[in-house]
């Protein structure tokens, strides 16, 4: 989901990015938090919610019939249905209240998951060295637009994305991904201070 919730590249953002020092062993850990979708992105929302309850107006009569009648695939049918229209807005409200944080103190990276504030799931990665992250360009199609090479298909090559990689116990932990690698290697420089 790197590519739609992005990490902030300055320690210089506040709102996004925390360092704590703590006084005990004066370790100072460092914490990025992806920005959320851009303003653009509810009023998709917006029409997406208006359109569902559109659908449940237009529906009502019809799941409570289907609710009332004797026939069990009928009844669930109609709970399909009804449920379907329920968390159908909570699951595209979750993308806008989804958050990721990376957290770095010394040779550990902690990746915690978060949606409506309520953390979910984390992942913690040990390095095998304090530098032992690295950028990666990944591509999983052909570029047939550059393989043939021609002025009018210029604009539809497949440029591909890039990965930020933590090696840890010899493996490479997958961690984030950036349409631009400056971006990444801003991020990867960020965490090796740290």
Do not use: C
Request: proline share 3%; charged share 25%.
């Amino acid at each position: 989901m790197g590519l739609m919730y992005i990490f902030p590249v300055d320690i210089e953002d506040r709102e996004r990015t925390e360092l704590i020092i703590d006084p005990q062993t004066q370790k100072e850990t460092i914490i990025l938090k992806t920005y959320g979708l851009p303003m653009v992105f509810w009023s998709y929302l917006a029409a997406a919610l208006i359109v569902i309850a559109t659908m449940w107006l237009a529906s009502k009569a019809a799941i409570t019939k289907l609710l009332s009648y004797d026939d069990r695939t009928l009844v669930a049918l109609g709970y399909l249905v009804h449920y379907t229209l329920i968390l159908t807005p909570l699951v595209l409200l979750s993308f806008f209240f989804y958050e990721k944080h990376l957290k770095k103190t010394g040779n550990d990276i902690t990746l915690i998951y978060k949606i409506f504030f309520i953390k979910f799931f984390s992942k913690k990665i040990v390095l095998d060295s304090n530098e032992a992250l690295s950028v990666d360009h990944f591509m999983d199609s052909p570029n047939i637009a550059k393989i043939h090479n021609k002025e009018e298909l210029r604009g539809f090559e497949n440029k591909g994305y890039f990965e930020l990689y933590a090696k840890s116990a010899g493996k490479n932990v997958f961690i984030d991904r950036h349409t631009r690698k400056a971006d990444l290697i801003k991020i990867r420089n960020l965490l090796s201070k740290y």
